[in-house]
């Protein structure tokens, strides 16, 4: 008789210990999170790191270079 106990459709394979990404995978996910596009598979990626904190890092580096952008920008044509 076969065994049973691991019938359910549901259940996930043990997912591997998360890692920390790569800087261009934090790059490229926050500028994707400061548009509005993420796909599922890179939002999950990005969920599971080990750390939150190179992608807080980068979007603070983000806002500041965006804003001081539109800073620049403004302050060119006035």
């Known amino acids: 008789m076969a065994d049973e106990s691991n019938t359910n459709p549901d259940a996930r394979p043990a997912q591997a210990e998360p890692k920390n990404p790569n800087f261009l995978q934090v790059v490229l996910s926050v500028m994707a999170a400061a548009i509005g596009i993420q796909n599922q598979a890179v939002r999950e990626r990005d969920f599971n790191a080990k750390s939150p904190l190179p992608f807080i890092a980068a979007g ?5 270079l965006f804003v001081s952008a539109l800073i620049a920008v403004v302050s060119w044509i006035i």
């Not at 603070?60 to 500041?64: G, H, Q, W």
């Open 60 to 64: 603070i580096l983000f806002t500041v």
